[in-house]
């Protein structure tokens, strides 16, 4: 009994820093036309904004969801929503691609990264820190189930291609996170 108890105590900690996660079918998303695997662990964690509407309730953060996997499917003519997850200042996850599906957020690493992106625009403030935490929490949230690589590399998405996401004023921030590399 008392491995068991010892067990169970290890789990909750290796699970424990998962933020709350809300999957597309608790946030109402559309259901993905198309699906790539992932091979997991990857190497790579790619920051985004979404140059949109900043969000501090989980109601307007699920309209947020839905706009921006609307916009990606309607206007871009994607599968899904491009990246990962998503994350509101109102502290909460919303899944968008998950784990174990290739995004459509960063030319040359969607097959090897996860890609997070906060609902906002961060070019002259960062995001609160509810969703700051929310994205650190996520990545360790990763590597402790084992699909994001303990030797990670974290990369803002100007870093990968050419665009000033995720504004100048998070990029900074996210420039001084451990494993970051320009």
């Known amino acids: 009994m008392l ?48 140059e949109g509407t900043a969000c501090t309730t989980q109601t307007n953060c699920i309209a947020q969801a839905k706009s921006v996997q609307n916009y990606h499917m309607n206007s871009n003519g994607w599968c899904d929503a491009g990246y990962s997850f998503m994350v509101g200042e109102d502290g909460n996850v919303y899944e968008g691609r998950g784990w174990s599906s290739v995004g459509a957020h960063a030319p040359n690493y969607n097959s090897n990264s996860i890609g997070i992106s906060v609902f906002g625009s961060y070019t002259s403030r960062n995001p609160n820190a509810a969703a700051q935490n929310a994205v650190q929490n996520l990545i360790s949230c990763g590597v402790s189930r084992g699909f994001i690589r303990s030797t990670y590399i974290l990369k803002g ?13 998070f990029y900074s921030t996210v420039a001084s996170w451990p494993r970051f590399q320009a």
């Open 3 to 50: 491995h068991l108890l010892l067990l169970s105590a290890l789990c909750a900690m290796a699970y424990g820093q998962c933020p709350n996660i809300l999957t597309k079918a608790q946030w109402g998303g559309r259901a993905a036309t198309c699906r790539t695997a992932m091979t997991t662990p990857v190497a790579y964690v790619v920051v985004h904004h979404t």
């Open 157 to 169: 998405h100007r870093n990968v291609t050419a665009t000033s996401c995720p504004g100048n004023t």
